[in-house]
């Protein structure tokens, strides 16, 4: 089927935050995360708008309903895209189901993410949680809306794997009861040297003002990757820091 204007400016509206959480969808861009969509995680899409070249390699007609299927071209793609770049397809696709803190395991370690506000910064974490098989990652409620355009692309598919739950610290602190809180810091104790329990959850504060004050009286305690071999750098990126400690809690 041919896309019409007022599905084009539907499709455009999930630009926007209140326009995803009206319609329960967002969308998803570009080559890559869109195949593998489709091949692991087709019961999420809602809509494909793609060429027809890209339809002809890509689109198994018994996976895809046809009724979802739009036939456009790149000028038309790039109307509704939020990207730079041309692509050759993009979907609308349901926002995964949430979880809720009785579904948390407490023998599992968990990061718990306090005011990211990064939208890369928020998706590249997301995929680290999936690469090592962190199953569920805690946000504040003031953290960056998961399914923006840009923590869409840095998650890649990995949104639709790792499980989101907006709490507060002082709720997962009850539900986790036998859980180590521990804030990751620059003057931390070394993680190296840091014994880890059974459970820990660890804190990531924002970019630029670290750990809330309301979350302080929280901790447990707190950790830090060593600086000794820095040339000079005062702090590591949120993302970078959370995929160092993420392989330390994995040994």
Known sequence: MTITKSQIK????LHQKKYR?????????GDKICKELLITQSKYIRTIVATDLWIEKHVHRDLIQKSCLFNSNLTTIAKISTLQSPVSV??????????QLKDLDPSQNYFFLDQIRDPGNLGTIIRTCDWFGMPSLLL??????????????????????????????????????????????????????HLFGQSTVVVIGNEGH????????????????SS?????????????ATAIIAQRLRR
């Open 10 to 13: 539907r499709l455009r509206s």
């Open 21 to 29: 959480k009206q319609y329960g969808t967002f969308l998803v861009q």
């Open 90 to 99: 993009l979907m609308e696709v349901s926002i995964p189901p949430k979880i």
């Open 140 to 193: 504040s409620s003031d953290c960056v809306d998961p399914y923006n355009p840009k923590v869409v692309q840095a998650s890649m598919a990995s949104l639709f794997r790792v499980k989101l739950l907006h709490t507060t610290l002082a709720d997962v602190k009850k539900h986790l009861s036998t859980s180590s809180i521990l804030a990751a810091e620059v003057r931390g104790t070394d993680m190296e040297k």
């Open 210 to 225: 670290g750990i809330s004050n309301a979350n302080k009286s929280l901790l447990d305690g707190s950790i830090s990757i």
């Open 228 to 240: 000794s071999y820095s040339l000079g750098a005062e702090s590591l990126n949120a993302a970078v």
